[in-house]
Nanobody
Framework: QVQLVESGGGLVQAGGSLILSCAASGRTFSSYVLAWVRQAPGKERELVATISYRGGRTYYADSVKGRFTISRDNAKNTVYLQMNSLKPEDTAVYYC???????????????WGQGTQVTVSS
């Protein structure tokens, strides 16, 4: 089992940048595929990015490709989401999620953080 705690959200102007962090507890961090998922008000959860166990493979939703970068540091039990060129439509609660196997949709992830709010003003 793994516990996840996100940090780094906030208010930023369009075109700006933020970096989200997610710290995990447990000794088997490298045994989990990690993901960032977001949910905007009134919308379904969107799988934004995933990263494989050692970071060799990543996936990005088309909506963030070229602007967001997911990375992980297994020595620090932490996963990051660097967000550049932010747009108002990126406004959402961002969740860190983990699963022993790769999931292609948000519902396939078993472990979730509490979420961090990202608000992008126009």
């Amino acid at each position: 089992q793994v516990q996840l705690v996100e940090s780094g959200g906030g208010l930023v102007q369009a075109g700006g940048s933020l970096i989200l962090s997610c710290a995990a507890s447990g000794r088997t961090f490298s045994s989990y595929v990690l993901a960032w998922v977001r949910q905007a008000p009134g919308k379904e959860r969107e799988l934004v990015a995933t990263i494989s166990y050692r970071g060799g493979r990543t996936y990005y939703a088309d909506s963030v490709k070229g602007r967001f970068t997911i990375s992980r540091d297994n020595a620090k039990n932490t996963v990051y989401l660097q967000m550049n060129s932010l747009k108002p439509e990126d406004t959402a609660v961002y969740y860190c999620a983990a699963n022993p196997l790769l999931g292609v949709v948000a519902s396939q992830y078993d472990y979730w953080g509490q979420g961090t709010q990202v608000t992008v003003s126009s």
